[in-house]
């Protein structure tokens, strides 16, 4: 069974930063390097919103709301991805989620879901 487990959140300063992580562990065939991740966020009231995602490549997608603050990263050596936040604002404040499409074998990928980790940004 696969296993997304997210860390790094907490209660920041606006302007701040901070760097979410995100470990993938699962069966000895899973194949994380092929895997295409991403972060997701669900503020109060509102539905789970696309943050950014990366591929097997390392290409890199982000919403609109993080251009240019937020940088998705992958460790495939540590089946790690990150999200580096910087100059953080009130507006961020959310779950964020991590989620994959994850090999488990060279023919079989599952979707996953991380149980979240939440960032609060002060005002």
């Known amino acids: 069974q696969v296993q997304l487990v997210e860390s790094g959140g907490g209660l920041v300063q606006p302007g701040n930063s901070l760097r979410l992580s995100c470990v993938a562990s699962?069966?000895?065939?899973?194949?994380?390097?092929?895997?295409?991740m991403g972060w997701y966020r669900q503020a109060p009231g509102k539905q789970r919103e696309l943050v950014a995602t990366i591929n097997y490549a390392g290409t890199t997608t982000y919403a609109d709301s993080g251009k240019g603050r937020f940088t998705i990263s992958r460790d495939d050596a540590k089946n790690t991805v990150y999200l580096q936040m910087n100059n953080l604002e009130p507006e961020d404040t959310a779950v964020y989620y991590c989620s994959g499409d994850v090999a488990v074998n060279l023919l079989q990928r599952v979707t996953v879901w991380g149980q979240g980790t939440l960032v609060t940004g002060s005002s």
């Open positions: 699962g069966p000895s065939t899973m194949i994380f390097p092929i895997s295409d």
